[in-house]
């Protein structure tokens, strides 16, 4: 294998595994600021002890979420110093922005946070953790910022075969990056939800603790339904981006193969990619697919034909990653709106099947978060920087393939072990519920 | 000033704020393995540093972060060219942070020892390879413009290893002064010692780094070129025995503080003498990675400038306010009680 496949699959390792913690930090340390500034304000003990329990969770995933983050930053110079050298003076800006107001905000107060539950009055300690939830967030946004520029470049133009930067405004105010912010935020809050209904479900199923977990399962519940309808609006607005300035990442999504206008929507459909059609194509919905990409449904929707071969994106994966997220989207909200209704009318012990079926939900908000990556990732290549910079063309030219096997046999071990650790700390920790 | 001068002088300032900052939980993750095997005590060594820890470390992702945005040409090479090295920090800081996260995460003293060793070895190796890398930046790469040459093996050669031992040796005894100041009891009284012992080999080995420096590295031009300059390594020297002479009188803070000076100088010393170069060349001068060469453009200059000087003084000021927040000493009783995080 090339250093280039090779270090894709590395980044991909590497992103997944750091992407398997930042949403529940995003969504955990609002939960707890929350669960505490309850607390706070009505003195109610059961909130200090959900405040607890969920925020000893938050800190075991904090953990490897922040140091599985330095990777990243590390890697673009390692396997990709021709991407870090074409896109430096664009890209380095929003990395350096986000550690100097951002991480060095989240870092610092949830050091604070967690040595001064002694310290400081308990409203005070809630607002140390509305500023950790605040600076992570910021922190997503300048990430996205930057991921949104390799998606939609904007505001440079190129010198001496390098990309520089002409306005940060265009940079800054990209409503592709704007927009996938605000689908990552919410499919974090959303994973969140899930993540506090599930391990509820499972305590109420115990028997555990009913009060503090009825609660909790009913605050994740009614943020959940928000959230979860939420991911889906930001998602479709998501998509007209795409389909206005990544239009082969549309058609791949799309397995739409010809050009056309008022292109339909198959609800089964499945790409054959070798002979450039699709085996599976039924239940068309007319003109539906221009109407969701231009919000038109008369749009023309060009297809992948007309991009030359060596310019289209892997269109099974990309195809399969986008229906398969889209599903799960929608099956969040439905369950979402079960538990809210359920909660609300305390009617959740009585639907044991209802619970267990939240338990096992637990990991599909996971599983959604990491195609929408691959959608992203995958879908734009074969270009890193969408139209500008091919991803073969951008990694680092003094490696050798066993450099870089070296080194990711080396990040599956270590990463390994770390899953390992972490799902046994979490494991022991929501199974430990103080009287 | 230029842009790209003024970047320079950032750059150089956020690597030292990192060492400073880093540095003593470098030392004092290294040295309370030896300092004690008392289990409240292993806690209080640790608790010293749990609250600052991670912010410390972010001044890395600054750096790094700054010299992506800044010298996009310079964070390209050093973090390919130094492959491994870069990959040994990565992999040092992961298991470092886990170790001091999860460390009182189980009450077993099989799974303490285990992260207390790791946290030792990885507090250890993070210098270790920083140290090894630097130093071979010091002396230039081997690189020209086809590219790199160099390998994994030949950057343990003598100066690249002295520099090593160097910084490990700079950052236990910084770590020991953390711990003085830090704790009480017998705790403390074992850094002392420690501290006091340190020295020696500290200076030994300053001394043995400044002479290389002068043989091995084109660092000196410089310092021939404006003799004036040779202020800022004696500042160094200065700042050591000042630690020395505070350390003997007990004066903890004080000791800690010339710690930190000295930490500062000697990047200073060695930032003086690369200037205008960020990675000399070892085979070919021509191809040496400057300021000039290896920057963005103007215009992301200044808006970084921008940027760093209107927040990283926000950040040293709220990171001072924290510090101030923990200066008391960490108690043994604080660490009995467990609430409260410690």
């Known amino acids: 294998m090339s250093v280039a496949v090779l270090s894709r699959i590395q980044f991909a390792t590497v992103a997944v595994f750091h992407f398997l913690f930042v949403p529940l930090t995003l969504g955990l340390t609002v939960m707890t600021a929350y669960m505490e500034t309850r607390y706070a304000r009505t003195g109610d003990e059961t909130f200090l002890k959900m405040a607890k329990y969920w925020s000893r969770l938050l800190l075991v995933n904090f953990a490897v979420g922040v140091v599985t983050g330095i990777t990243l930053e590390f890697q673009f110079g390692m396997n990709w110093a021709e991407y870090s050298k074409f896109v430096g003076d664009i890209f380095g800006a929003p990395l350096a922005i986000e550690a100097t107001v951002a991480f060095f905000l989240e870092s610092t107060f949830i050091g604070l946070w967690m040595f001064s539950w002694k310290r400081v009055s308990r409203g005070v300690h809630a607002g140390i953790m509305w500023v950790v939830a605040g600076a992570s967030t910021l922190s997503a946004l300048w990430i996205l910022l930057a991921n949104g520029w390799m998606q939609r470049p904007r505001g440079y133009e190129i010198v001496g075969g390098r990309a520089v930067l002409t306005s940060f405004s265009a940079l800054l105010g990209s409503p592709y990056a704007w927009i996938k912010f605000a689908h990552v935020i919410f499919a974090a809050y959303t994973l969140t939800a899930f993540f506090i209904m599930g391990i509820s479900a499972l305590q109420l199923l115990r028997g555990k603790k009913e009060e503090m977990f009825r609660r909790s399962f009913r605050i994740a519940a009614t943020f959940g339904i928000v959230t979860s309808v939420m991911i889906i609006v930001a998602g479709d607005l998501s998509g007209v981006q795409v389909a206005k300035y990544q239009p082969s990442k549309l058609a791949a999504m799309e397995a739409q193969w010809e050009t056309k206008q008022g292109a339909d929507f198959y609800l089964l459909e499945m790409p054959r990619a070798h002979t450039e059609e699709n085996a599976i194509q039924a239940l068309a919905i007319p003109g539906g697919l221009s109407l969701l990409a231009y919000h038109d449904a008369n749009a023309v929707v060009k297809g992948l034909k007309d991009f030359p071969p060596s310019d289209r994106p892997p269109v099974l994966v990309t195809f399969v990653a986008f229906r398969l997220m889209v599903a799960l989207g929608f099956l969040f909200v439905l369950l979402a709106l079960v538990s809210v209704i359920l909660a609300w009318r305390k009617k959740l012990s009585s639907h044991r099947w209802f619970l267990w079926i939240m338990a096992i939900a637990i990991v599909l908000p996971y599983l959604a978060s990491e195609l929408g990556w691959v959608l992203a990732e995958i879908g734009r290549q074969p270009w890193i920087v969408y139209g500008l910079l091919r991803t073969q063309d951008a990694v680092s030219r003094n490696l050798t393939p066993g450099d870089v096997l070296g080194s990711l046999i080396a990040f599956i071990v270590v990463y390994g072990v770390l899953a390992v650790v972490d799902v046994f700390l979490l494991t022991k920790y929501a199974n430990k519920v103080e009287d | ?342």
């Open chain 2, 1 to 342: 000033m230029a842009l790209q001068t003024l970047w320079f002088v950032l750059w150089g300032l956020l690597w030292a704020v990192y060492f400073i900052l880093d540095g003593f939980d470098f030392g004092a993750g290294m040295l309370r393995l030896f300092l004690t095997r008392e289990e409240t005590d292993r806690r209080v060594s640790l608790a010293s540093i749990g609250p600052v820890w991670d912010g410390n470390e972010v001044w890395l992702i600054t750096a790094g972060g700054a010299t992506f945005a800044a010298f996009p040409g310079t964070y390209a090479s050093m973090f390919s060219f130094l492959y491994l090295p870069m990959l040994l920090i990565l992999f040092s800081l992961i298991i470092r942070g886990v170790s001091i996260e999860y460390r009182n995460k189980d009450d077993s003293l099989r799974w303490r020892s285990i992260w207390d060793l790791l946290l030792a070895l990885t507090s250890f190796s993070a210098p270790l390879v920083l140290g090894l890398g630097f130093g071979n930046i010091f002396q230039g790469l081997r690189f020209d413009s086809a590219g790199y040459h160099g390998s994994f093996w030949q950057l343990f050669n003598p100066y690249g290893l002295l520099t090593a031992v160097f910084f490990v040796l700079l950052f236990l005894q910084h770590g020991a002064l953390w711990l003085v100041y830090k704790t009480e009891g017998e705790l403390a009284a074992r850094a002392t010692r420690w501290a006091g012992v340190l020295w020696f080999p500290v200076l030994v080995v300053a001394a043995a780094f400044l002479l290389y420096t002068g043989f091995v590295t084109r660092l000196h031009d410089n310092y021939l070129a404006h003799p004036g300059l040779v202020l800022v390594p004696l500042l160094a020297v200065a700042a050591l025995v000042v630690v020395k002479v505070f350390q003997a009188q007990s004066r903890a803070l004080i000791a800690f503080f010339a710690s930190c000076a000295t930490i500062l100088f000697v990047i200073a010393t060695a930032m003086v003498g690369l200037f205008p170069n960020l990675i000399p060349s070892r085979l070919d001068p021509a191809a040496n990675l400057t300021i000039m060469n290896s920057s963005s453009g103007p215009y992301t200059l200044r808006l970084m400038a921008v940027v760093a000087l209107v927040f990283v003084p926000i950040v040293v000021v709220y990171q001072l306010l924290v510090y101030r927040f923990f200066r008391s000493k960490t108690m043994r009783a604080d660490v009995e009680d467990a609430e409260g995080g410690y």
